[in-house]
Every structure is written in C-alpha cells, then in structure tokens.
C-alpha cells in the first residue's frame, strides 16, 4: 500500500505545462506586457494628440500570458506538450 500512495502522490505532483516565471509571477509579466503595449502604441496613437492624454492599453489576454510563461528565452516550450498548446493558441489566434 505505501508503494501506491508514494507514486500517486509523484505523480499529482508532476507539471504538464511547467512555467517559466520569476517570484513575482504574472502580475511583473503582466505589467511588462503593458508597458511593450504603451510603448508601442505611443509611436501610432492619435487621440488627443495636442492634450498628450491618451487611454491606457487593455491588459493582455490570458492565452498571451501563459504562451509567454511557458516558452524559454532560447524561444523553445518549456515541455513538449506546452509546444502543441502554444502551436494550436498560434493557429486559433
């Protein structure tokens, strides 16, 4: 009996899709997502050009959050079925 419960618990435990995130989680992700978006939308916008008010970017959506924590900086998934996910995200969206 304690040889099942040892290898059931090992295996509740291991990650299909491990992430790739620093201690600050998605919340530092999320925020550097949205200053690369103000960034970017800073060269295009043209509302209230003479005021310099503009809107504040929409936060990112979630699919573009987890494809980014699951993806290594070499541009590689982190595990081979995170690459099917992120493949079928890219060709949904």
Known sequence: MAGSSEESSRNSFKECYPA???C?????LEQSLMVKKEK???GTSSENVETG????PSPPFHHV?????RI????APSSEQSGVIIEKIVSFF
């Open 53 to 56: 008010v503009t809107s504040p």
């Open 20 to 22: 790739r995130l620093s």
């Open 24 to 28: 600050s989680g998605y919340q530092k």
């Open 72 to 75: 290594k900086k070499s541009g």
């Open 40 to 42: 970017s939308r800073q």
């Open 65 to 69: 959050k987890w494809k980014r924590t």
